[in-house]
């Protein structure tokens, strides 16, 4: 019998809303023009932009999307908007405008929020801090109508800006859009409490404010035990060579990192990017996953959870959000399928398991050791979730996380949309992580990984017959898919440490 462990990382359920915040420039003089975007962005642009698909957990965003609904630059042809660096009123200077208070909360402090640029010193602090953008309440003045095309000299591509009301029909999208804030329960807290205080034993009764109808949780409710023996396996040997996950997180992670150098970092690898100032970056310990690249306030946005930021992880956090997610949906945009009609068109599989399998592959890529632990866990306590009750499933991560605490929160992520949680049931998209992962490493040697980045947001499965479709003109690959050689190695290494081989992924898969 495995000993538990106890697991230092934690999941926090959102206490703050996190959509109402201000921009700042460290800088010590203002953020240029050509550094950032004073104007606001459509949040439909920047779904498309930032979206993972159907897993990305954080629901931060939502309230943003309900009071400024917009409609996606992708999925709108009568929109006119110029998509290259030179816009309409890119060249306005930018005003500061009056020192303006951050509204007041409750619970953590807000996050701290910046966009970075190129004169930012970790040691150095801002002397001058200015606001750049307008806050969640404000009305900003309409943008210009500018003509739907692409610059071909630019040498990346710029969400643009885009003011416009919104229709029933994007109210509708916007509704559709907010399953994952639908599922969180609004008793938590409470529920929690009652459930400590019962020795584990009670099975929380969880409310919702907007409750999702049984037809719709039902897609999602059904756990697969495909990967369940490769989930298994990779959490025993991550514990057979380190004992414990604390020993595994601090001999492959290292220490945790301070706000100052997680700023550092951050600008580091958006420089190696060559995305310095196109995405806004804020730190938080409120978070439910260690990061994510959403849209607060109509712009990208890059939020890492602090409490989770190791100094040989971080870089694996950014690959993830910034090289794999916003540099999928950057080059989606160019594609003739950036629309759903477009995807139709051309017969598109989802864009799931795939996108977040390449991002999360892209999380270890390079790491000392490359365990696939997180992933492993969430498949596993999905499938258990679909056949207990929350207080079963809870006794039963003790075979591999010790912490109350910790394995209240897998418990909760795994049984959200439920009411009586003592029947069995799952929010089954967890699981895609490990699936995706799986199944890009069974056919690693057929997939071309810089084309499927340049692609958008496709599934490898796609991408060969696509090719020939694609615009290929200003995609952006990131850094560490240049030298291919070296990333096949690092494939080939994730395989080896998690013990995976062809001929058992050719069987499963």
């Known amino acids: 019998m495995l000993e538990s462990i106890k697991v230092t990382e934690r999941l926090h359920w959102p206490e703050v809303e996190m959509s109402k915040k201000y921009i700042l420039n460290s800088a010590d003089k203002a953020v240029s023009p050509s550094q950032v975007y004073p104007e606001k962005i459509s949040s439909g642009i920047l779904k498309d932009l930032c979206s993972t698909g159907s897993s990305n957990y954080n629901v ?115 509704r559709k859009l907010c399953l994952l804030t639908a599922i969180k329960p609004s008793n938590v807290q409470k529920e929690k409490d009652a459930f400590f205080k019962s020795d584990f034993t009670y099975n929380p009764q969880f409310e919702y404010s907007n409750p999702v109808s049984p037809v719709v949780l039902g897609r999602h409710n059904s756990a697969s035990d495909r990967f369940l ?15 414990t996950y604390e020993k595994f997180e601090q001999a492959t992670g290292g220490n945790l990192l301070t706000k100052s150098r997680v700023w550092h970092n951050i600008k580091k690898y958006m420089e190696k990017e060559g995305c310095l100032g196109e995405i806004v970056a804020q730190v938080t310990d409120d978070l439910l996953s260690r990061a994510s690249m959403t849209v607060v306030n109509s712009r990208p946005t890059l939020t890492i959870n602090i409490s989770t930021a190791r100094e040989h992880w971080l870089e694996g956090m950014l690959r993830h959000e910034i090289g794999t997610h916003y540099f999928r949906g950057i080059n989606n945009c160019h594609q003739p399928w950036s629309s759903s009609a477009g995807r139709k068109k051309h017969n598109l599989k989802p864009v799931n398991p795939t996108e977040e399998g390449l991002a999360s592959i892209h999380s270890v890529l390079f790491r000392k050791d490359p365990t696939l632990w997180r992933a492993a866990l ?88 696509l090719k020939a479709l694609a615009q290929m003109e200003n995609v952006r690959i990131p850094h560490f898919m240049q030298d291919q050689a070296s990333y096949a190695e690092q494939l080939e290494k994730i395989m080896a440490v998690n013990q995976l081989t062809d001929e058992e992924l050719k069987a499963i898969i």
């Open 229 to 243: 023996t490769q989930a298994v396996r990779i959490m025993e040997l991550a514990l057979q060579r380190y004992g």
């Open 60 to 174: 931060l965003l939502q309230a943003d999307k309900k009071k400024n609904p917009t409609q996606s630059l992708c999925r709108n042809p009568k929109t006119s908007v110029k998509c290259g660096p030179a816009s309409g009123r890119k060249n306005r200077p930018v005003v500061a405008p009056k020192k303006l208070r951050a509204p007041q909360g409750v619970g953590r402090p807000a996050p701290t929020a910046r966009v970075l640029s190129g004169n930012f010193h970790p040691s150095k602090p801002a002397r001058n801090i200015g606001v750049v953008g307008s806050a969640v309440g404000l009305t900003p003045r309409a943008g210009p109508q500018l003509r739907k095309t692409c610059a071909p000299n630019s040498p990346r591509t710029k969400p643009p800006s885009l003011q416009k009301a919104a229709t029933p029909r994007e109210v509708e999208t916007v």
């Open 378 to 465: 969430l498949y596993y306590t999905v499938y258990q979730s679909s056949r207990m009750s929350f207080s079963q499933l809870f006794h039963n991560l003790g075979r591999f996380v010790q912490d109350p605490n910790t394995r209240w929160d897998y418990c909760v992520r795994a049984k959200r949309g439920q009411a009586d949680t003592a029947l069995p049931g799952c929010f089954s998209k967890d699981q895609v992580y490990l699936d995706g992962i799986l199944k890009i490493l069974r056919y690693r040697e057929k997939i071309d990984f810089p084309l499927l980045l340049a692609l958008g947001k496709v599934s490898f499965e796609d991408a060969d017959r």
